[in-house]
């Protein structure tokens, strides 16, 4: 347009405006026509108006853009025309924008002043509109009450005017200021009502960040499935409107960091911080620091923790902050308990971050330092003072998210501590673990699942600590039980697009292929490898949108007459970690006793070492090297001694159940002199155990799978197949993906030869190798029917990935957790000859009538006469009901 009448031009730069918080290109392309130097306007009052207009539009604009120093610029320049021209309405209606744009900036105090220079020369239907955003100012203050009241007085000059925008966004502003309080009913009808108003209204943009703030309310009631759901249709909206996700990057790190997801939290923090820094969004910046703060908490560096969190305080008390200081004190409280710090300047420290926490209206952060202060108190002999924290706390556990009705229920387990009511204590913390064990089952997704068993074990380490120093096993037995395994007590959910994770696994599998296809060699892997890790990502985030069972009913835990007579002869021991020591309970012929083992760090030492010795001795080909065998024998028998000798009375001849804990989850137990050529069965829990003895039923036939690349692997299958000659065999072009989770779908005794492959750093993304790639564990989830007993004959099949609270993920697990009975399969890597002998005598072993785990001894101790063979076999596990 080259040139316009004055009245066009005007109405160009109106139009601009409405659309800058709906369309913002399209609103900066019409605002730029108007201040073009061709641009036509009439007289020098109605260019300076619609000069005026179009610079607000273009502020708007790059706020929408996350640009906030252009924003400040342009809202400037917009008042400083509109005052130049006598036009008093236009100069408050652009200071009504500019208070915003310096909150999110960090300047509030600025920001409430250029609020007040507006309010004179506004008329009713922008005093609503200002009213409601000086609220929101003081929301981002953390000034909660205030702003609460704020939009009490802003809602009926809104609605006067019959503005429904404006309504709507006020419904989605107190919504998220309801979410801080705590009261989440209202923030959540608040915000379902903006998001419909939104949608009626045509306005995209708006419904999606009222969508995303859904997401970031359920995320903190604990349904993290549900979270992320709202923000994932959120961010499609936001990439459609090629809108900066910077803020809701902080949001989504808040619900990961509660699904203790904390690489993804971790990473999430960091894109947003950058994103905030570039823009100068300096009071986003500061919040995005501060959950930066507790990811890293969380993923073990207290120190870098708490250097970051005295950053954001900081920055929060230059912006006139208090409340989101508070919440920085917090963080940094956190981290100074979790580096040790117990003196009598901590406790002080932590009664005042309480007081701030409390001030300024900080539910759920206040419960958790309010517990913190205690354990100070208590751990100083000062009970008054620590009673004194606890009962507000304690006030909480009839209502609210889990996780802080189980945080008020350890609360309510100190004060009885201390009060010495042993009894009472342990019914809090059992009710405490049940509503956690119901939080649990309600995620779904395994992931989810295993990372939410961590929330349990300040309770379940209590429980623990009450029994052992009452010396009563069975209540041990019973404590170490509720804090084991919980993830594997139910099956996986599936989430809704299910057949779109099955095509994502199947892209994977080819992406796969043709990375270790050694004609792509030589080119360049990069875009293979970003593939991969995009698909990765995506089935990932798909599966923790699945819902498992909320109305569940938490099993009740076996019992010592139970247990004992699936045992029969065998003994079971089940290892604990407490207070930096192992111990063990053992059950005999009904009996319960407890055993001091040793230091829980010493143990872990000489796992690794033995580990490290079984990998040396399986890469040699002929008898192993004196020096491998020299560390294989001290790493083995110092580990025998520490293990069995106090355990030596219990254990006899007899065949032993074993639960492991931490790093001895990883343990080849054949390679221990006391347990050599003894039935040993290896489960995550003595409940799950028990389910896979008394499990009903089987499967019809035999399958056995060769995989490609295994230099033994089609000898082993053949020589295999000549005993099971009903069975359906694999091999070749046959053993793709398809065919072969066909053929395990309720199947009763499954072999597979394959390649192996644990993954550390994404345990469910562990791995079979099959013709057309990985069959991982996500694949194994959507087995109908598990087949009844399994071998793996790959190295590391059988290795998980241990999390807080011995929850486990990796191949084994799953398959445990889906219903198999019985998993054979090794821990370290083993020779492929010896493997296919040692297979070879198990699967004769079993024709024979003899149990899985009788049957992997028997053939282990067969090859044990020639000893480097012996050890080398040793790496085999029989997992489950043995």
């Known amino acids: 347009m080259t040139s316009v009448e004055a009245r066009s031009v005007l109405a160009t730069a109106e139009e601009a405006l409405q659309l800058a918080q709906v369309e913002p290109e399209r609103a900066r392309r019409l605002a730029l026509t108007v201040l073009a130097p061709n641009s036509a306007a009439g007289d020098a009052s109605g260019a300076n108006e619609a000069a005026a207009v179009a610079e607000r539009a273009l502020g708007l604009v790059a706020r929408e853009l996350d640009d906030m120093a252009n924003a400040t610029a342009h809202l400037r320049r917009s008042v400083d025309i509109a005052t130049s021209a006598g036009l008093p309405l236009r100069a408050a209606q652009a200071r009504m924008s500019l208070s915003l744009t310096l909150a999110y900036a960090g300047h509030s105090e600025e920001a409430l002043r250029q609020a007040e220079l507006a309010a004179p020369a506004l008329p009713p239907a922008d005093l609503g509109r200002l009213e409601q955003q000086r609220a929101l100012i003081l929301q981002r203050l953390g000034r909660l009450d205030e702003a609460l009241e704020g939009y009490r007085r802003a809602l009926p000059l809104l609605r006067r005017t019959g503005n429904a925008d404006d309504e709507a966004r006020l419904m989605m502003n107190r919504g998220v200021a309801h979410a801080y309080q705590g009261n989440l009913r209202a923030a959540e009808a608040d915000l379902k009502r903006a998001a419909k108003a939104f949608d009626r209204l045509g306005q995209v943009l708006y419904a999606a960040k009222a969508r995303h703030n859904l997401g970031f309310v359920v995320g903190r009631r604990g349904d993290i499935p549900a979270a992320l759901r709202w923000y994932d249709r959120a961010e499609a909206d936001y990439r459609r409107l090629g809108v900066s996700q910077a803020i809701g ?27 905030f820094e570039a823009s100068g969004m300096e009071a986003d910046l500061a ?56 003196s009598p300047d901590s406790l002080e420290r932590a009664g005042q971050v309480v007081d701030e926490l409390v001030a300024t209206g900080w539910v759920g952060p206040a419960i958790d330092a309010r517990l913190i202060t205690a354990r100070l108190a208590l751990g100083l002999g000062l009970v008054e003072q620590a009673e ?87 209540r041990m037995l019973a404590w170490a039980e509720r804090a084991r395994a919980g993830a594997l007590r139910w099956r996986p959910a599936l989430p809704p697009a299910d057949a779109d994770i099955a095509d994502r696994l199947s892209e994977l599998r080819h992406v796969v292929s043709m990375l270790e296809d050694k004609g792509f060699a030589a080119q360049d892997p990069g875009p293979l490898l970003r593939r991969q890790a995009a698909l990765e990502g995506q089935i990932r985030q798909k599966t923790w949108r699945a819902v498992g069972e909320h109305d569940i009913v938490v099993a009740a835990l076996p019992t010592v007459a139970q247990l004992s007579d699936a045992l029969g002869a065998a003994v079971l021991l089940e290892f604990v970690e407490l207070d930096g020591a192992l111990r063990a309970i053992a059950l005999r012929d009904g009996r319960t006793s407890l055993h001091v083992l040793g230091p829980t760090n010493l143990v872990d030492a000489k796992v690794d070492a033995l580990r490290f010795a079984l990998r040396r001795l399986a890469m040699q080909r002929q008898a192993p090297a004196s020096g491998a065998a020299r560390a294989f024998a001290d790493a083995s028998d110092s580990l025998d001694r520490l293990l069995f000798g106090p355990l030596a009375g219990r254990l006899g001849d007899r065949p032993v159940v074993m639960v492991p804990t931490g790093p001895c989850h990883a343990l080849p137990w054949a390679s221990l002199p006391s347990l050599r050529g003894r039935p040993v069965s290896v489960a995550p829990s003595a409940a799950l155990w028990l389910r896979a003895v008394t499990a009903a039923g089987g499967g019809r036939g035999t399958v056995l799978v060769a995989g490609p690349g295994l230099a033994h692997g089609d000898a082993e299958i053949s020589e295999i197949s000549r005993l099971y000659q009903r069975a359906t065999t694999l091999r070749g072009g046959e053993a793709q993906s398809a065919p072969v989770v066909r053929a395990l779908n309720g199947a009763d005794l499954v072999h597979i030869a394959a390649h192996g492959r644990f993954r550390a750093d994404n345990p469910l993304f562990s791995s079979l190798r099959l013709v057309d790639g990985p069959l991982t564990v996500y694949d194994f989830e ?90 080398r076999t040793s790496g085999f596990v029989c997992f489950g009901a043995g």
């Open 782 to 871: 959507r087995l109908r029917h598990v087949p009844r007993r399994i071998v793996l004959s790959s190295c590391e099949a059988g290795q998980s990935f241990v999390a807080s609270g011995n929850e486990l993920m990796g191949v084994s697990s799953a398959l445990l957790s889906l219903g198999a009975r019985t998993l054979v399969a090794s821990l370290v890597s083993v020779p492929d000859e010896v493997t296919r002998s040692l297979m070879v005598h198990f699967h004769r072993g079993l024709l024979g009538g003899r149990p899985p785990a009788e049957a992997l001894a028997s053939a282990q101790a067969v090859l044990g006469a020639a000893d480097h063979l012996g050890v």
């Open 287 to 342: 919040q995005a620091r501060l959950l930066l703060a507790q990811a890293v908490l969380l993923q073990g560096d207290a120190s870098r923790s708490a250097e970051i969190a005295t950053w954001a305080r900081g920055s929060f008390l230059d912006q006139h902050r208090p409340g989101w200081a508070a919440l920085a004190s917090y963080a940094w409280l956190r981290a100074t308990w979790t580096l040790g710090d117990r």
């Open 388 to 474: 004194a924290q606890l009962h507000p706390v304690s006030a909480a556990r009839r209502s609210g998210p889990a996780e802080m009705r189980a945080r008020a229920w350890y609360a309510e387990a100190l004060l009885r501590h201390a009060r010495g009511e042993r009894r009472g204590t342990d019914v809090a913390l059992r009710a405490g673990m049940s509503i956690l064990a119901r939080h649990q089952a309600a995620l779904g997704a395994t992931e989810l699942r295993v990372n939410a068993g961590a929330r349990s074990q300040e309770l379940a380490s209590l429980g623990m600590r009450l029994a052992w120093e009452d010396g009563r096993p069975q």
């Open 249 to 275: 990057l902080v949001d989504r790190c808040e619900t990961l960091l509660s699904a203790r997801l904390i690489p993804e939290a971790v990473a999430a923090a960091t894109r947003a911080a950058e994103e």
